[in-house]
């Protein structure tokens, strides 16, 4: 049972295009997260959703759009595609706060690999 | 603001030797700090982490961190590289209690018969 999964695992595109990438964690973890990966391997966040609340939002293009419909699902949209959007984006979830659940991992998806032609 | 330096970018290294990836953070406070591994197309695995107590922590796949706070370091090692250990390692740094790690740059490893 995959504890992060995403789909599309690869999407290829035109600039100017809409697309979403969908993620799932049947961790029963509270935080989710996408990160970036660019192609000189960089990993950077993006977003941060809390019990479906956004918690961290880094200098991200309002093009955008994480969606969290409940703690077990992590969205993101993004309209108008450029070709810098080409990257990797990883999905991650963790249980945070106080208590003994928290163990501060990350626990990453596969990645879905977006090329924007 | 907190960072996470990796000095290196390639590392190779030939079958059976050992190993040491090094590893640098900037934290204002008491950090988590993690090791991932990243193969080829595939996600971060967590190879270790260290969070309080004994300095030196063990991991999966025979890797080992030791915690040197006054060098602000976290370098992983391993014994005797297998060539399945070829791979990109990334260093992380976190809060307690908190939810935002930062990466370093990644280690590339290539491990040579």
């Known amino acids: 049972d995959t504890a992060v999964s995403q789909t599309p695992k690869y999407l290829v595109t035109q600039m100017g295009n809409d697309k979403s990438i969908k993620c799932e964690q049947n961790?029963?973890?509270?935080?989710m997260y996408w990160y970036k990966q660019d192609s000189k391997k960089f990993l950077k966040i993006m977003f941060s959703?809390?019990?479906?609340?956004?918690?961290i939002n880094e200098t991200v293009p309002n093009r955008f759009s994480p969606k969290s419909p409940d703690k077990a699902h992590l969205n993101l949209h993004i309209n108008s595609l450029e070709l810098g959007d080409s990257a990797v984006y990883f999905c991650?979830?963790?249980?945070?706060?106080?208590?003994?659940?928290?163990?501060?991992?990350?626990?990453f998806g596969e990645g879905s690999r977006l090329t924007v032609l | 603001a907190q960072s996470v330096t990796q000095p290196d970018i390639h590392i190779t290294v030939s079958e059976g030797a050992s190993l040491e990836l090094r590893c640098n953070y900037s934290?204002?406070?008491?950090?988590?700090l993690f090791w991932y591994v990243q193969s080829p197309g595939q996600g971060l695995q967590l190879l270790l982490k260290y969070f309080s107590g004994d300095t030196l922590v063990q991991g999966i796949k025979g890797f080992e961190a030791e915690f040197k706070r006054s060098q602000s370091s976290f370098n992983l090692r391993k014994p005797s590289v297998h060539w399945s250990d070829a791979a990109e390692y990334f260093c992380a740094v976190g809060p307690r209690g908190g939810n935002k790690l930062v990466f370093g740059a990644g280690t590339i490893l290539r491990v040579k018969s």
């Open positions: 991650a979830s963790s249980q945070t706060g106080r208590g003994v659940l928290n163990t501060g991992e990350l626990f």
């Open positions: 961790l029963g973890h509270d935080t």
């Open positions: 934290y204002g406070a008491t950090p988590y």
């Open positions: 959703y809390n019990n479906k609340e956004l918690i």
